[in-house]
Nanobody, 130 residues
Framework: QVQLVQRGGGLVQAGGSLRISCEVFEVDFANYAMGWFRQGPGQERLFEREFVAGISRTGGESLFSDSVKGRFAISRDNAKSTVFLQMNNLEPEDTATYYC???????????????????WGQGIQVTVSS
């Protein structure tokens, strides 16, 4: 069964940077597009997760939400079965629990919809202080 293990996160001051990672086990990582989503406090349901960024299976295509475009970068290392989210110029509004997710196998392109993602990481807290 696929497992996603997230690392990184923590507390950072506004304007700072942070990198979080997500390692995927038990599947051929290169067969899956990956996405990052976030969820604020009080939001419990899957559909309430906000799309942040996504990357295609080969890494040749990426997609960002308007709120993070120009500040965040997404990358993947297929040899290490890991996807990264580099977050720069962080703002207090970026405070959330961040989740990585895998697409369905052999998905084309990148999706921003939670409905197109199948397995999810455990979530990791990112807190940005003002």
């Amino acid at each position: 069964q696929v497992q996603l293990v997230q690392r990184g996160g923590g507390l950072v001051q506004a304007g700072g940077s942070l990198r979080i990672s997500c390692e995927v086990f038990e599947v051929d990582f290169a067969n899956y597009a990956m996405g990052w989503f976030r969820q604020g406090p009080g939001q419990e349901r899957l559909f309430e997760r906000e799309f942040v960024a996504g990357i295609s299976r080969t890494g040749g295509e990426s997609l960002f939400s308007d709120s993070v475009k120009g500040r965040f970068a997404i990358s993947r290392d297929n040899a290490k079965s890991t996807v990264f989210l580099q977050m720069n110029n962080l703002e207090p509004e970026d405070t959330a629990t961040y989740y990585c997710a895998t697409s369905r196998e052999f998905a084309e392109g990148v999706s921003a919809s939670t409905a197109d993602f199948r397995a999810w990481g455990q979530g990791i807290q990112v807190t940005v202080s003002s």
